[in-house]
């Protein structure tokens, strides 16, 4: 997990990327360095409805023959980068690419990466996507998870 140390239900492996707050391909990097299955899973932080089943799903998809990774389509239909799976030797491939040509990977959009990549988009069914951009949207997540826990 990249970010500051919280507590989790299970145990996992806290990293920070350097410097703080570079933006989410210089996070990508930083998690990737501990890293060793052929698959990691992104997800941001502010996905209140991800589900097991759909990372499963995910996961399915980029095992695909020549693909590198599965990408959830939000809602909307635009691709989230952060919420998908990617095989990891083509993310290394990328950051090191990414790296000799911008010279650093801090702010600079993860779509620098993924436009790289031999993606999968797997559309979004039942909602599983929706992110909390704003606090009107942690509103509507946090009324969704109180009614559907009643």
Same mark, same amino acid.
């Given at each position: #997990?990249?970010?500051?140390? +919280?507590?989790? =239900?299970?145990?996992?492996?806290? =990293?920070?990327?350097?410097?703080?707050?570079?933006?989410?391909?210089?996070? !990508?990097?930083?998690? !990737?360095?501990?890293? +060793?299955?052929?698959?990691?899973? =992104?997800? $941001?932080?502010?996905? /209140?409805?991800?589900?097991?089943?759909?990372?499963?799903?995910?996961?399915?998809? $980029?095992?695909?023959?020549?693909?590198?990774?599965?990408? #959830? !389509?939000?809602?909307?239909?635009? @691709?989230? /980068?952060?919420?998908?799976?990617?095989?990891?030797?083509?993310?290394?491939?990328? *950051? $090191?690419?990414?790296?000799?040509?911008?010279?650093?990977? &801090?702010?600079?959009? %993860?779509?620098?990466? &993924?436009?790289? !990549?031999? *993606? +999968?988009?797997?559309?979004? %069914?039942?909602?599983?996507?929706? @992110?909390? @951009? &704003?606090?009107? $949207? =942690?509103?509507?997540?946090?009324?969704?998870?109180?009614?559907?826990?009643?």
């Amino acid at each position: #997990m990249v970010g500051p140390h +919280r507590a989790t =239900v299970h145990q996992v492996h806290h =990293v920070r990327e350097g410097p703080l707050h570079a933006g989410p391909l210089a996070a !990508l990097a930083a998690g !990737l360095s501990r890293v +060793r299955a052929p698959f990691v899973v =992104v997800l $941001a932080a502010d996905l /209140p409805f991800v589900r097991q089943e759909t990372v499963a799903e995910l996961l399915r998809q $980029a095992a695909g023959s020549a693909i590198e990774g599965a990408v #959830m !389509l939000e809602t909307q239909g635009r @691709d989230n /980068p952060l919420f998908a799976v990617y095989r990891t030797a083509a993310v290394r491939r990328g *950051l $090191a690419l990414t790296l000799a040509q911008h010279g650093v990977l &801090t702010g600079l959009p %993860i779509r620098v990466l &993924t436009h790289t !990549l031999a *993606l +999968r988009y797997v559309p979004d %069914i039942g909602g599983v996507s929706f @992110d909390c @951009d &704003t606090w009107e $949207a =942690v509103a509507l997540a946090r009324a969704c998870l109180k009614s559907n826990a009643g």
